[in-house]
């Protein structure tokens, strides 16, 4: 069990691929604590990860948009009481509302994905830092996209965030390099059979897609040791090898 003994936060655990990636890592040993604003689609996460006979997750409803500071703050603390450290994030989150010109990009669209996708990262790593400190050895692994990166006609706040995100991850990796504790990474899945795809490529023939569960070694590496000492790295899955 490569991950015994880590516990893993995971941003949009209820969704596509932050429920396949909860779901994996658990099955390697990890405690995992899902963060999601969908209550049925964690419980359905949480029963999952049980009937597989991994450890039994936590649960934390958390409205990553539409928290305040103060919120984010009071779940860093929950988590330390009960686990005293933290050993990885996973930023699995995304909003994305459809592509739109910029001309008629809706303001109030333009600030929930911005919010969501870049500012909610960003607060939620910088209250969960202190946690990660604590451990010999912490992961963060920022979600990319393969599309948005290319900076295309219509793709909105959604792509602004993610070009954003990435630099952001970059950033913070050379800040922490020093202290040789805490890797930071993003990982660009690529096309797969995910709901997040579907939205967006809705006539798309989805059978000649990957599974979401085609990424799972790229997460099980970002989270393990052995991924110790790779940081400010974008990792494609689709050409990932260990």
Excluded: C
Excluded at 44 to 53: H, Q
Excluded at 147 to 163: D, E, L
């Amino acid at each position: 069990m490569p991950l015994s003994k880590q516990t893993i936060l995971i941003t949009g655990a209820g969704g596509g691929l932050g429920s396949m990636a909860a779901i994996s890592l658990a099955k390697q040993g990890a405690t995992i604590i899902l963060l999601d604003k969908n209550i049925p689609k964690l419980e359905k996460v949480y029963d999952a990860i049980i009937d597989s006979n991994s450890p039994t997750p936590t649960l934390y409803p958390f409205d990553l948009a539409g928290a305040s500071e103060v919120q984010y703050h009071e779940m860093a603390a929950a988590i330390e009481e009960n686990f005293g450290q933290l050993n990885g994030i996973l930023h699995s989150a995304n909003e994305f509302d459809n592509f739109t010109p910029l001309s008629l990009h809706k303001t109030m669209v333009w600030g929930h994905t911005i919010n969501v996708n870049l500012n909610a990262p960003f607060l939620l790593t910088q209250v969960l830092l202190p946690l990660l400190e604590k451990s010999e050895y912490a992961s963060i692994v920022f979600t990319g996209d393969s599309y948005a990166r290319q900076a295309k006609a219509y793709s909105g706040a959604y792509a602004v965030s993610k070009i954003a995100l990435e630099s952001y991850a970059k950033i913070l990796a050379d800040e922490l390099e020093s202290a040789g504790k805490i890797r930071v990474n993003t990982l660009i899945p690529g096309p797969v059979d995910s709901p997040l795809r579907k939205k967006a490529f809705p006539a798309e023939n989805k059978e000649k897609l990957p599974a979401m569960t085609a990424i799972s070694p790229a997460y099980l590496y970002l989270f393990s040791d052995k991924s110790i000492g790779i940081t400010g790295q974008v990792i494609d899955a689709r050409t990932f090898n260990l």
